[in-house]
């Protein structure tokens, strides 16, 4: 297969802090990628360099082949138009009726307000979420149901990738799940490859088609939901597992003393 997303070499320090030390990732086209790992080992860091909202010190990133690691402004807003984003806190504005939120890309384009509300039920139809949800306010919905207004809207401008940070984050199980089975159709029916952050590892094994473990700002792991589940690897057996005894925890328990 095609890779959609390319991570060549790239390297990211703050401070003199080194976040990511040569990562190198593949994500193929129409597929999910489940990024896992702890707290400050550079997950969020590599999704931001990806999205162009950082710069990485070195190495390079491909978006269908096009190196786009350093593009200039005009370019980048170009390229974001390929993107959608789920964030973890679904980020909608709470002055905005669900409707203006999930269309707020199409009117800052110019499109008619008629324009707008039409396609903003048709994509809660795709999540789900009856039309008359489309004029309430953020503040009258459920964490669940502010997840698929939101994931509405990442779907708004029809992007070829979407990026997911914690999407199940603070939901109840059946909630979880309901997410889950959203990102898997959005994937099927639209053809949309999707990078996914969680913690959740219920969640990671049922939507990825690979998965990659980050530790320190390295790649420690790679491969499919099988390959992680029998890993030998001691780090990612104590992580997917979510063992409090392990290499992980001996090696912050030495930082201490």
Same mark, same amino acid.
């Given at each position: 297969?095609v890779?959609?997303i390319?991570?060549?070499d790239?390297?990211?320090s703050? *401070?003199g802090? &080194?976040?990511?030390?040569?990562? *190198?990732? $593949?994500?193929e086209? @129409?597929?999910?990628?489940?990024?896992?790992g702890? !707290?400050?080992?550079?997950?969020?860091?590599?999704?931001k360099?990806?999205? @162009?909202?950082?710069?990485?010190? !070195?190495?390079?990133?491909?978006i269908?082949?096009?190196?786009?690691?350093?593009?200039? %402004?005009?370019?980048?807003?170009?390229?974001?138009h390929?993107? #959608?984003?789920?964030?973890?806190?679904?980020?909608?504005?709470d002055?905005?009726?669900?409707?203006q939120?999930?269309?707020?890309?199409?009117? $800052? $384009? @110019?499109k008619?307000?008629?324009?707008v509300?039409?396609?903003?039920?048709e994509?809660?139809a795709?999540? @789900?979420?009856?039309?008359?949800?489309?004029?309430?306010?953020?503040?009258?919905?459920?964490? #669940?149901?502010?997840?698929?207004?939101a994931l509405?809207?990442?779907?708004?401008l %029809?992007?070829?990738i979407?990026?997911?940070? %914690?999407?199940? &984050?603070g939901?109840?199980?059946?909630? !979880?799940?309901?997410i889950?089975?959203?990102?898997?159709k959005?994937?099927? %029916?639209l053809?949309v490859?999707?990078v996914?952050?969680t913690?959740?590892?219920?969640?990671a094994?049922?939507?990825?088609?690979s998965?990659?473990?980050?530790?320190?700002?390295?790649?420690?792991a790679?491969?499919?939901?099988?390959?992680?589940q029998?890993?030998? *690897?001691?780090?990612?057996? $104590?992580?997917?597992?979510?063992k409090?005894?392990?290499?992980?925890t001996q090696?912050?328990?030495?930082?201490?003393?």
């Amino acid at each position: 297969m095609v890779n959609k997303i390319e991570v060549i070499d790239v390297h990211k320090s703050f *401070n003199g802090k &080194t976040i990511l030390s040569g990562i *190198n990732m $593949q994500v193929e086209k @129409g597929t999910s990628k489940v990024i896992i790992g702890g !707290s400050g080992s550079g997950k969020s860091v590599l999704l931001k360099c990806i999205l @162009g909202l950082l710069e990485p010190d !070195s190495g390079k990133i491909l978006i269908d082949g096009k190196d786009v690691t350093h593009l200039k %402004e005009k370019d980048r807003y170009q390229l974001m138009h390929q993107f #959608g984003m789920l964030f973890q806190n679904s980020a909608l504005f709470d002055s905005m009726s669900i409707w203006q939120n999930i269309g707020f890309g199409l009117t $800052q $384009q @110019g499109k008619s307000p008629s324009y707008v509300k039409s396609v903003a039920i048709e994509k809660l139809a795709l999540v @789900g979420l009856a039309s008359d949800i489309a004029y309430l306010k953020p503040s009258e919905l459920s964490g #669940g149901m502010r997840k698929r207004a939101a994931l509405a809207r990442a779907i708004c401008l %029809e992007p070829e990738i979407i990026f997911y940070d %914690e999407p199940t &984050t603070g939901l109840d199980p059946i909630t !979880s799940d309901i997410i889950n089975d959203l990102i898997i159709k959005l994937k099927n %029916e639209l053809g949309v490859t999707s990078v996914i952050i969680t913690h959740d590892m219920h969640s990671a094994y049922k939507i990825a088609d690979s998965m990659t473990m980050l530790y320190k700002g390295k790649m420690i792991a790679t491969g499919t939901v099988k390959e992680i589940q029998n890993t030998d *690897n001691p780090y990612v057996e $104590q992580f997917i597992h979510g063992k409090a005894e392990g290499p992980i925890t001996q090696e912050i328990q030495d930082h201490i003393q």
